[in-house]
């Protein structure tokens, strides 16, 4: 490949690769709200995350854009259209999934620990190597020394850690978050970010990384989706070429990264400006 | 740049002054816990004296509102030679255990069925209406039918203290249910709980809040419902000795027997106040919880 004077370039979405991790095709979903009427929340949505692959998704706030997780994790039901995840259409939820949530999902009666053996021992995992696996993770994430304590003795980005490592410890083949770091002080995200980094990078797991920032999104992903303000459809998909392994702390001023998200706001903030616009008219 | 620190010199006499500010406020908080506790006291004793030299004066006629010295007397007399139906502790006991164990039938009942209804959308909607139209019924009224149907031993008591309670506690464990996190719900699903599990370890769980602090109100209403039941026809018991003191005009007998029914209800409820630290010890603060 040549080097390219501008390090990203639009590529169509229905890569319609073989060996997709996940693949969304032509979805439409459409709800019924409970006043009776019709919702479309996803329209003609295509998406193929390959093996290994960093995605994320920005769009204008109420574009679809956690819809399109649940899809993969099979918690909606896609009105026309399939979603596969490793080749395999989509029936239960499957235990090659995680999920980081935006919100706090951790259980709070539960130890550090006991959160994040949880995963294992749900799935019959026998006591003591749970909680060897767990006390690993718990240090791969660096909260040894919390490991009995609760979560509500915790700070929000050690509670994301326990997030991660909670999730991690299954090592899931496909990896969704929603959201994860939105909730997190400037400073607390850019760490949570690097470590989310070495530890995909270890696990060489597929992501879907929904997010409404688009820094965030450019730093860390292979391929940003950008989706219309709702209905929610792909407008354009973008290939990101900065090398690895990236430094969250430092990216924000390389002058490539300046130069991506020239271009890809450019395009999101027609759509943000679009969406702003109807909710104000609409008043919902 | 240079970076500016405080020189070292200052440092011993910031910290004792930091020492000295927090050593004078434990002081004031230690002041204002002794007033309020003199301020408790001195309240109960002019509530307790003007009582007492009203009826001196027969300003308060203490055949019909007794007089604290008359309720002592009557405490004392019953703990050292009886009541006209036994000895003190005997119907402590027979109350205590009536309440205890329609407590405990009231309590499991309410929560089984809390966390069935709370998780099945389709058997809340339709039984809900059946709870909501048991619930208005003025369940003390029950207590005559129990004591017509199960008549004058222990079982109508129990009966009557597990109606009185099943309904609390089985109204908190339905909404602690419904409450429960959707996130949490969903987190717990994807890393691999079966529904079971997820009823075990997430519903229940979060729940308990809930629960616990229904107990705290149903505890009373199971102590009513035994001295409510005991007062309709009984052979034993605390509200036995309380309509055997009306039927003489002895209201020295009717507060007397009161004043011993909430010290038993105090205790008790201390019991569960400590069971509930325990049990919810993940918690930020006690109650602080409660709601969310």
């Not at chain 2, 039938?105 to 209406?129: C, E, H, K, P, Y």
């Not at chain 2, 409820?269 to 602080?288: D, G, M, Y």
Request: aromatic fraction near 8%; charged fraction near 20%.
């Amino acid at each position: 490949m040549n080097v390219q004077t501008v390090a990203t370039r639009k590529v169509s979405p229905d890569v319609s690769a073989k060996d997709a991790a996940i693949a969304i095709d032509d979805v439409t979903l459409r709800f019924t709200t409970p006043d009776g009427n019709m919702m479309t929340a996803l329209r003609d949505f295509t998406m193929t995350v390959a093996q290994g692959e960093f995605a994320c998704v920005v769009g204008p706030t109420g574009c679809g854009k956690s819809t399109t997780l649940n899809l993969v994790t099979g918690l909606l039901k896609p009105t026309t259209g399939q979603v596969r995840v490793m080749g395999n259409p989509v029936t239960s939820i499957s235990r090659d999934i995680g999920f980081v949530f935006q919100a706090d999902a951790l259980f709070p009666w539960r130890s550090v620990i006991d959160n994040v053996a949880a995963g294992p021992l749900y799935r019959g995992e026998p006591k003591k190597e749970a909680y060897e696996r767990a006390r690993d993770w718990i240090a791969r994430v660096g909260l040894a020394r919390f490991e009995k304590h609760y979560p509500h003795q915790l700070s929000g980005g050690m509670r994301k850690r326990v997030a991660l490592a909670q999730t991690f410890i299954n090592q899931p083949k496909i990896l969704l978050m929603d959201e994860p770091f939105s909730a997190l002080d400037i400073q607390t995200r850019t760490l949570m970010q690097d470590e989310l980094l070495t530890l995909w990078s270890e696990l060489k797991s597929s992501v879907v990384f929904v997010t409404h920032d688009l820094e965030e999104a450019i730093a860390l992903a292979d391929k940003v989706y950008v989706l219309t303000a709702g209905p929610g459809t792909v407008k354009s998909v973008y290939q990101i070429d900065l090398p690895r392994p990236r430094v969250m702390a430092d990216i924000r001023y390389d002058t490539k990264f300046v130069e991506i998200a020239r271009v890809i706001w450019d395009d999101l903030r027609q759509e943000v400006q679009l969406g702003q616009r109807r909710t104000l008219e609409t008043g919902q | 740049m240079a970076a500016l620190s405080p020189s070292d010199s200052s440092r011993p006499s910031r910290d004792a002054a930091i020492a000295s500010a927090e050593m004078s406020a434990k002081v004031r908080a230690r002041r204002r816990y002794a007033l309020i506790i003199t301020l408790r006291l001195l309240l109960l004793v002019v509530f307790l004296g003007l009582w007492e030299l009203g009826t001196d004066t027969k300003v308060i006629d203490a055949f019909f509102f007794s007089s604290p010295s008359g309720i002592g007397d009557q405490i004392w007399t019953w703990i050292t030679e009886g009541t006209s139906q036994g000895p003190l502790w005997q119907q402590i006991y027979v109350t205590l255990e009536e309440t205890f164990i329609g407590f405990f039938i009231g309590a499991v009942g309410g929560i089984i069925a809390g966390i069935i209804l709370g998780r099945n959308r389709l058997l809340a909607d339709v039984f809900s209406i059946y709870i909501k139209i048991a619930n208005s019924v003025p369940r003390v009224v029950l207590g005559s039918v129990f004591i017509i149907a199960l008549g004058l031993g222990m079982a109508s008591k129990v009966a009557l203290a597990v109606v009185m309670v099943f309904f609390v506690v089985f109204a908190n464990a339905f909404q602690g249910v419904r409450e429960a996190d959707r996130a949490m719900i969903a987190n717990a699903q994807i890393l691999g709980a079966s529904p079971f599990q997820i009823t075990r370890t997430v519903i229940i769980p979060s729940a308990m809040s809930w629960i616990l602090a229904s107990l705290h109100v149903s505890f009373g209403f199971a102590l009513v419902g035994a001295v409510v039941g005991e007062f309709l026809g009984a052979k034993q018991g605390m509200g036995l000795l309380i309509s055997t003191a009306q039927g003489a005009f002895n209201a020295n007998g009717v507060f007397a027997a009161m004043i011993i029914l909430a010290v038993m209800a105090l205790v008790i409820e201390f019991i569960i106040t400590q069971i509930e630290n325990r049990v919810l010890k993940w918690r930020p603060a006690p109650f602080s919880g409660q709601g969310t």
